[in-house]
């Protein structure tokens, strides 16, 4: 069994170990500059492994690794979009990907790669979402996801040489969130199903009032609430496009309060992991990372649509850098244990205060002068310091648990999110550090807090994952 | 309604490029039409037809006059040079690795290898030779008549000859370059320096921001502002292909592979060297009504631009032609 390992120096590993004797595994690929794969497929004679890899610079590359040595082999290069599902042909000649369409941003369509590098065709396209390709274990047909019948479905085309030999068609309509997994050589499909999602709600400060943040909010993931300055709007995230295995799509959304119509901000991020109103409600503050696979902290100005880099980190992920946006226009980002000024040119650095564990959650209070971040290391703690990050305090030690979300809810108050084995918490704290009150909330998933004017806004609920069989899917073996 | 297939992605059996000559960074998967085969014989006729002057008005310039193997397929000279030392407005483009590529010219106005390759020779201020003045030439020499043959079991045609110049470059790639090396693992194919500069390419300098991928360019058009003086320019780039606003002074990013032995630089030409075209984009670039959002000032120090240089100058790799090595010039 191949599977990707995440080592101690914070990167993943190829790895393949025997399952007959657990327990054993080695390393066969082992690289900071690609520090992502997945392993999608082994080739018949076990020799290769289909791996998919992440390099540092946003480039993603289908190869094959030898499941001996890790020499490597770069069949093609997609840039920063990567296949949501590639799979080896049963008799190891052919790749199956998906990848975006020429047309439109949010469509893939299917591909087929002669592993040779010799030939590629594309199998599936046309005004519809194809992906998760798997081939039947026949190898006469390839099973994908496609939205050609309106709402996600199983299809099937017949492959003849790496190219389709007939028209798709529908195996199972409707099949809801699903991700296919895998098929059985007797031809059963193996696939994921999700449901549910995390959904928006605000109440009082003291924990009372509670009810859903729209009247017309319907079951589908919103998250990340930030209320505007002003308490005019409110902005959030919300999952778009298709399903993933890793983290799915997200728009960034601003709504006007109360209840609002939905409105999306122009696309130009690849990921948004975090939000927050910039300095007077002018514009949102993204942490994540862009279309050009730039990752870091970024700024969206509400009036001329444009996203402009404020800090861009070579050293982060894609979910960027934590972050905040400083009245004078610099930024203050966390790397790693250190704050750092950034600007007001993107390219002007300083460090400014240096901590013992790494921080996150950075979050600037209503008048812009104070700072509160939390410090995620063996314990999580919750400090505040000036917006320069000088004279740094601890007002709050969690023994165990983690800080999932800061949000000053006043001048001297700043709300926690916590996360334990007791489920999510809320709790008031002082900034002075000699007070906290706990909030009563829901138990369940708190993604993102804010606090605004005696209210909170908040979400909750969360996704179910399933494990199904689709039996006789496919041609078998 | 649904199409099963795209025709036009369809490729074909690459011959020359195997998977054991394809250097290392580079994909295995090269784009190659279906209609043109790459073939040994059509990369060698190919290349007896680059490196013929018989291909321009009156025998003296070929294909390889401007496009230099041991100047990275480029030449020395800001602006291309043809028949009658006529000059033309823009820089002979590097032929490194554009069998990759997705579109041609600097303003990306040929899709096509097929389509590019054939338009310097009838081009007037470069080879100035019409194409049946061409094919009447090449008909009139049985060796010519042979290698057609041979590759295409054709005469020669304009269709033919594109064929064979477009499988040529097809066969020029290089890689394998000390960047490819840190890249696949070897941490020491780097020295200190080149990796602070490969930090600064990647971070400060934000230069991954178009140059990116095995070919380090992201085969799109940007306006930097490079020939811009007072709001002007005398070159309206992409913008003459897509007549499109947004494309004004727009032009397409070059590969930076063999860059160091490849200057001057830029689509006119008018950056003389590397530490140059540094200190341009250090400043932001030429500001212009449609210079790109990315261009801001980086505030590189001496020492980080010094970096960025040393960087540079390890994309020079292993080139080769036509399946044959390349020596290029001194760094």
């Known amino acids: ?378 314990t999580h703690s919750v400090w505040i310091s000036t917006s320069s990050g000088e004279n740094a305090r601890k007002i709050l030690d969690l023994p165990s648990g983690e800080v999932t979300g800061l949000s000053w809810s006043g001048n001297d108050e700043v709300l926690v999110g916590t996360r334990g084995s007791n489920g999510a918490r809320l709790y008031v704290a002082a900034a002075a550090g000699d007070r906290l009150q706990p909030v009563p909330s829901p138990k369940d998933r708190l993604p993102g807090i804010s606090a605004h004017g005696g209210k909170v806004a908040f979400a909750h609920g969360g996704e179910r994952e399933e494990i199904w069989i689709l039996e006789h899917a496919a041609t078998p073996r | 309604m649904r199409r099963l297939r795209d025709s036009l992605l369809l490729c074909t059996a690459a011959m020359t490029l195997t998977a054991g000559d394809v250097p290392l960074g580079l994909d295995a998967y090269m784009p190659v039409p279906e209609e043109n085969p790459l073939t040994r014989e059509s990369v060698e006729l190919g290349r007896k037809l680059f490196f013929d002057p018989k291909l321009s008005r009156d025998d003296s310039v070929s294909c390889a006059t401007c496009h230099d193997p041991e100047l990275g397929f480029t030449d020395e000279h800001p602006v291309a040079v043809g028949v009658d030392g006529q000059k033309g407005t823009r820089r002979t483009p590097r032929l490194i690795n554009r069998g990759y590529g997705r579109s041609f010219f600097w303003d990306g106005r040929a899709d096509t290898l097929e389509e590019q390759v054939v338009k310097p020779i009838e081009n007037p201020i470069e080879m100035d030779l019409a194409m049946s003045a061409l094919v009447a030439r090449l008909e009139s020499s049985s060796e010519y008549e042979a290698l057609f043959e041979a590759a295409f079991a054709r005469k020669p045609d304009s269709e033919t000859i594109a064929w064979a110049l477009a499988s040529y470059v097809r066969s020029i790639v290089s890689g394998d370059s000390p960047y490819d090396r840190f890249v696949a693992g070897e941490v020491d194919a780097l020295d200190e320096q080149q990796r602070r500069g490969l930090e600064i390419f990647r971070g400060k300098g934000a230069c991954t921001v178009c140059h990116l991928g095995p070919n380090l360019a992201d085969e799109e058009f940007h306006n930097t502002g490079v020939g811009w003086q007072d709001g002007a320019t005398s070159d309206v780039g992409r913008q003459s292909v897509t007549g499109a606003r947004r494309d004004l002074g727009a032009f397409k990013t070059p590969t930076l592979r063999e860059a160091a032995v490849s200057g001057p630089y830029m689509h006119d030409g008018s950056l003389e060297t590397l530490e140059d075209v540094v200190d341009f984009y250090d400043e932001g670039g030429e500001p212009n009504p449609g210079l790109d959002p990315d261009m801001e000032p980086l505030h590189l120090t001496e020492q980080e631009k010094g970096d960025l240089v040393a960087f540079l100058r390890s994309l020079n790799g292993q080139v080769r032609e036509g399946g044959r090595g390349v020596r290029t010039a001194p760094q």
């Open chain 1, 1 to 378: 069994m191949a599977y990707a390992w995440l080592n101690a120096e914070g990167f993943y590993e190829l790895r393949v170990a025997d399952v007959a004797s657990p327990g054993t595994f080695r390393t066969v690929y082992r690289n900071s500059e690609a520090g992502f794969v997945q392993p999608c497929a082994f080739s018949p004679d076990g020799e290769q492994i289909l791996t998919l890899l992440f390099r540092r610079d946003n480039v993603s590359q289908i190869a094959l690794i030898s499941a001996e040595d890790g020499t490597t082999r770069t069949l093609k290069s997609l840039q920063w979009i990567y296949p949501k599902r590639m799979d080896l042909s049963p008799d190891g000649k052919y790749v199956v990907y998906d990848n975006l369409s020429d047309r439109h941003a949010d469509e893939r369509d299917v591909y087929v790669l002669a592993i040779d590098g010799s030939r590629e065709t594309r199998l599936v396209s046309g005004p519809t979402n194809d992906l998760f390709p798997l081939w039947s274990p026949s190898g006469d047909a390839v099973l994908y996801s496609s939205d050609g019948a309106g709402e996600p479905g199983l299809w099937s085309v017949p492959v003849v040489d790496g190219e389709a030999a007939g028209e798709p068609k529908l195996v199972r309509p409707e099949m809801g969130r699903f991700l296919p997994l895998g098929v059985s050589d007797a031809g059963d499909l193996v696939y994921a199903l999700r449901t549910g999602g995390s959904r928006l709600a605000e109440m009082r400060l003291d924990g009372t009032d509670r009810q859903p943040m729209f009247a017309d909010s319907v079951e589908a993931d919103r998250f990340a609430p930030s209320y505007a300055p002003d308490g005019s709007a409110v902005a959030y995230l919300a999952r778009v496009s298709s399903e993933n295995y890793g983290e799915a799509h997200r728009a960034v959304v601003v709504r006007s309060l109360p209840g609002g119509k939905e409105g999306e901000a122009p696309d130009r991020m690849a990921h948004v992991e975090k939000l927050a109103w910039g300095p007077g409600g002018k514009g949102l503050v993204l942490q994540g990372s862009d279309r050009r696979g730039r990752a870091g902290l970024f700024f969206f100005d509400l009036e001329s649509g444009r996203t402009e880099a404020l800090a861009i980190d070579e050293r982060a992920d894609f979910r960027g850098t934590p972050g905040v946006l400083l009245k004078d226009g610099a930024a203050l980002i966390a790397r790693g244990k250190e704050l750092i000024r950034v600007g007001p040119e993107a390219s002007e650095e300083k460090p400014v205060a240096s901590f013992e564990a790494r921080l996150d959650l950075l979050t600037l209070a209503p008048g812009g002068e104070r700072l509160a971040l939390a410090q995620v290391g063996a």
